[in-house]
């Protein structure tokens, strides 16, 4: 008779295994829910959230959204009077294109710094000559959770008078020091504190922020049932709101299992050719883990991966003008872009990867 443990193959390594909070950690907020009897429009918990977000960033006004897209959306609606052109980069993931046209903009894509894999200053301000039309916002993308250079784009806009607004969709716990651009975040599932659906808008100004948040129900501003902003509902239920505030309960312990799960990788990768984004697991970390694979051994690590049953995934695809909805929009030359994103390359990373998960993960890179 066949040995069947010699015989089995060894189970699929997944790329990621989202975990929100249990339902014991849930209970003593939905105990309150029912208390209250309250269970949408502005409740106590979606308040309690939205001010413990605010602290978490160092100190931020904050509306809630129902997902990250739509924070994205409204932030540039808000700072945008007119349609127009909005710079963005071609590498991301393809929701920000989305957010971009539905806020009446046509986005302009631009290649991405291959450094930092994100669109900076010095890049959007090379293409201000070259877009046929009024530039009306810049979109900045946080590439997978890094912490994006608000000091460095808020003299872009003073210098050139156009809005910028932050896509920081999966870098909640990087961020600091937010200022008067809006900052726009994702709470989905996959992401370092998720709660479902949802999302949220960081920013200094409250004024703008009042307006967000009344964007968020029906332009309603303060008691009185009167629309006074074009709008619509992206608001966040009690439910969410729960999930949310029981997520921050735990954020502390999460945080340092996903530092230390990025340290085993580190010391793993250490001597091979691919490598980490900078400062990951150090000045910050997110759900997701890339490695940046040589170009000439792209092929033969996605064989070995293949080959070892470990998924990986291609996190933004090979940029948003791969996408048929967006091959038609105006860009600029995107020949790095083209080049770099067939390189980024998610790896598995979640809290059930043993250390021979990860032994035989690594084992694939060279």
């Not at 726009?184 to 920013?203: D, Q, R």
């Not at 949310?244 to 050719?273: I, N, V």
């Not at 996408?323 to 080049?339: E, R």
């Not at 980024?344 to 890179?365: K, M, N, Q």
Request: proline share 6%; hydrophobic share 45%.
């Amino acid at each position: 008779m066949p040995n069947q443990e010699h015989d089995a193959s060894p189970a699929t390594i997944k790329v990621l295994r989202p975990k929100l909070p249990t339902s014991a950690e849930l209970l003593p907020y939905l105990e309150r829910i029912d208390s209250s009897r309250t269970y949408s429009n502005y409740g106590p918990l979606n308040g309690e959230f939205a001010r413990r977000l605010g602290d978490l960033v160092g100190g931020s006004h904050t509306t809630l959204t129902s997902n990250g897209t739509t924070a994205i959306e409204l932030a540039l609606r808000l700072r945008c009077d007119q349609g127009g052109h909005c710079l963005m980069p071609a590498f991301t993931f393809i929701a920000s294109a989305h957010a971009v046209c539905n806020a009446g903009l046509t986005p302009y894509l631009l290649e991405t710094d291959p450094d930092s894999l994100a669109l900076t200053p010095e890049i959007a301000t090379a293409a201000l000559n070259s877009v046929p039309g009024p530039v009306a916002a810049v979109l900045v993308v946080s590439a997978f959770g890094a912490p994006p250079d608000f000091a460095a784009w808020a003299d872009f806009e003073a210098r050139h008078g156009i809005p910028v607004v932050f896509d920081a969709a999966a870098a909640l716990t990087s961020l600091s020091g937010i200022g008067q651009q809006p900052v726009c975040v994702s709470l989905h599932a996959t992401k370092t504190l998720g709660i479902g659906e949802g999302g949220a808008i960081f920013c200094a100004d409250r004024t703008l922020m009042d307006r967000a948040t009344a964007m968020t129900g029906f332009g309603f501003v303060g008691q009185e049932r009167l629309s006074s902003l074009r709008a619509g509902n992206y608001r966040i239920s009690e439910y969410s709101a729960a999930v949310g505030l029981a997520g921050l309960d735990g954020l502390p312990m999460r945080l340092e299992e996903m530092r230390e799960l990025t340290a085993a990788y580190a010391s793993r990768l250490e001597g091979k050719a691919v490598q980490l984004q900078r400062g990951v697991g150090i000045d910050w970390v997110t759900m997701t883990l890339n490695v940046i694979v040589p170009a000439a051994d792209v092929a033969a690590t996605l064989g070995r991966l293949d080959d070892a049953k470990v998924e990986w995934r291609r996190w933004w695809g090979l940029g948003c003008h791969k996408h048929p909805a967006f091959k038609d929009v105006p860009m600029s030359d995107l020949s790095v872009t083209d080049a770099l994103a067939p390189r980024v390359i998610g790896l598995p990373f979640h809290a059930d990867l043993s250390p021979g998960d990860l032994d035989r993960v690594t084992g694939c890179l060279q």
